[in-house]
């Protein structure tokens, strides 16, 4: 399986064999390019003579002047992209700076433009931002992805700053035509200079964040859907807010909840109050007191049967007060295994964990239950029985009752 250092010293060997630029390298991708810069000065390293006198790796068809200064750099024919590449990747930056001038009408180089903007010789990155400036702005959005992984380089924010201006203030089209880029760092440009423009409709902002697959992406779209929303604008309920309420992602369903408030259906947060995520839950909660309703009383009416709502022991933990801390703790001995580990999680909310009450669920058969009573357990653990937590060791024992074991010990000191 060939790496992609291997990949760089093929693509060079390519064009020094003369095979054309985009047949040599892959020219979408903006590890080629970076890959052919560093390939070509490896080569030099390990085969200087190569770079030296009149010899080229495209076979002496382009005359590179000797070693001593100055360089003479000339070509005994127009040359070919290809032997240009090398030319812009040469470890002598008098002969970069020189092949830049060959390179105005050339629009296939240009990536190799974008990467000599950041170079560590001043000559050659001075000329090369000249050409990069002078570039139409679509052609610098169709190197985008090269561009901002060159741009978080020491010298690499010129172009990236150039492609940034040309996107805020071109057309339209040129930013949304990255936004379903494959490349993380375009897809995010895009996107924050498209709610920045207000390119977007509402309904679209909704459905990206409820769908992307990055999550800053995500919860950039989502603030914007939800601060779109007109107060009241309860027609925009089922195509904006509903999306994001249905997210897998705590961020984008808490961004829902909240609103909720906005097209004034406070009570719909009402499930939330039970959500796997204290994020949500919280936004919940915070919904309810808006629109006049105090969630507690309804924590503790579920907590009267929370075999289908779980969470809702945490839940009473997180808003609750020390007169709920009997009413929680009575559901560690609750038959569904998610009200125990609830129920452990809302002790600790509380402030109300005891060791007694959690000592029973070392032993549970649920690895989710024993996780939260050794959380809940790890400020107090110099207090935990050691003979208990040796038992747990045994090799009879689940594996995470002894995980569980192992952590109080260390956090006893008992173990190094």
């Known amino acids: 399986m060939l790496t992609s250092e291997d990949e760089s010293y093929e693509a060079v060997g390519r064009l020094a064999a003369g095979v054309a630029l985009n047949q040599a390298l892959d020219v979408t991708d903006p590890g080629s390019w970076i890959g052919l810069d560093l390939g070509v000065r490896e080569l030099a390293a390990r085969q200087p003579e190569l770079f030296h006198s009149n010899a080229s790796p495209s076979g002496r068809r382009m005359k590179w002047g000797p070693d001593p200064s100055p360089p ?24 970069r700076e020189t092949a830049l001038d060959h390179t105005e009408e050339r629009p296939a180089l240009l990536g190799l433009v974008v990467v000599r903007c950041a170079d560590w010789a001043g000559p050659v990155r001075e000329r090369a931002r000249v050409l990069l400036a002078e570039t139409p702005p679509h052609r610098l959005a169709a190197h985008a992805a090269l561009i901002l992984r060159v741009g978080r380089r020491p010298r690499g924010g010129f172009a990236q700053e150039l492609l940034t201006r040309a996107l805020c203030s071109g057309p339209a089209a040129q930013a949304e035509a990255l936004l379903d880029s494959s490349d993380r760092p375009t897809a995010r440009l895009a996107h924050r200079i498209a709610v920045e423009r207000q390119l977007l409709p509402v309904v679209r902002l909704a459905e990206t964040a409820a769908r992307h697959r990055d999550v800053v992406v995500q919860n950039l779209c989502a603030e914007a859907a939800v601060a779109a929303l007109g107060v009241g604008a309860f027609d925009e309920f089922t195509e904006v807010v509903v999306p994001l309420l249905a997210s897998r992602q705590p961020r984008i369903r808490s961004a829902g909840v909240t609103a909720l408030r906005r097209v004034g259906r406070h009570a719909d947060a009402e499930p939330y109050l039970t959500d796997r995520s204290a994020v949500v839950r919280a936004c919940a909660r915070w919904v309810l007191r808006q629109g006049g309703t105090d969630p507690t009383p309804l924590y503790r009416a579920l907590c009267a049967d929370p075999a289908i709502r779980p969470a809702a022991a945490v839940g009473l933990g997180e808003c609750g007060a020390r007169e709920d801390v009997d009413l929680v703790r009575a559901l560690l001995a609750h038959p569904v295994p998610r009200v125990r580990a609830c ?52 090799e009879d024992r689940p594996r995470h009752q002894r995980v569980a074991a192992i952590r109080l010990l260390r956090a006893a000191a008992v173990l190094s």
């Not at 127009?78 to 590449?85: I, M, N, Q, T, V």
């Not at 110099?382 to 060791?393: F, I, K, N, S, Y």
């Open 72 to 95: 003479t750099v000339a070509w005994l024919h127009e040359p070919g992209d290809g032997e240009l590449a090398l030319a812009l990747c040469h470890p002598d930056g008098r002969i």
């Open 343 to 394: 129920a452990v999680a809302g002790l600790r909310a509380l402030e109300a964990v005891r060791i007694d009450d959690l000592q029973p669920l070392w032993d549970d058969a649920s690895a989710a239950v024993v996780q939260q009573a050794t959380a809940a357990l790890l400020p107090w653990a110099d207090r935990v029985p050691q003979g208990l937590l040796h038992a747990l060791l045994a």
